[in-house]
């Protein structure tokens, strides 16, 4: 190592605002006038009127199923409608019917049986998803269960 081969480790710290001599007097390299010239201003995503990034790339990625739009309805919940006599063991249990009685809401679009609790009628369902457990039930009773395919 030599005393000329040594390479300058600090450069001078620039203080912009002091002076012309200062190489950033004036102006302290901000321009002239406009919103950035002043102090506390930061426009973020701003690309001088160019469509900014965020808005030029296309919408990706995942919209799962709205949980709050499927009605939930237990085996125990369907056998005490049987007992309390709200419909007939003879009609189709499916949504619309359920809607039609006011058992569910208007703004459930599907409908899942759970199997918690037991069933006691021989019913056919016709529901958008169903569990394992309300499945086995329901057809070792000898109801019918169709699926419908949305």
Do not use: C, W
Request: no cysteine; aromatic share 6%; hydrophobic share 30%.
């Amino acid at each position: 190592m030599k005393l000329n081969s040594l390479t300058k480790t600090h450069k001078k710290k620039i203080r912009p605002g002091r002076g012309i001599g200062s190489g950033k007097g004036k102006t302290s390299g901000r321009g002239h006038k406009g919103q950035k010239s002043r102090s506390g201003v930061a426009i973020k995503s701003f690309e001088g009127g160019q469509m900014p990034l965020f808005r030029r790339l296309p919408k990706r990625g995942f919209k799962p199923i709205k949980k709050d739009s499927i009605a939930i309805l237990n085996l125990s919940k369907i056998q005490s409608f049987f007992d309390q006599k709200k419909f007939k063991l003879d009609t189709n249990l499916d949504l619309k019917m359920l809607q039609n009685n006011k058992i569910i809401s208007k703004k459930y679009e599907k409908l899942k049986i759970l199997g918690q609790g037991e069933i006691k009628e021989k019913i056919n369902f016709s529901v958008n998803f169903v569990s394992k457990q309300a499945k086995e039930k329901i057809e070792k009773v000898g109801g019918k269960l169709t699926l419908i395919k949305n």
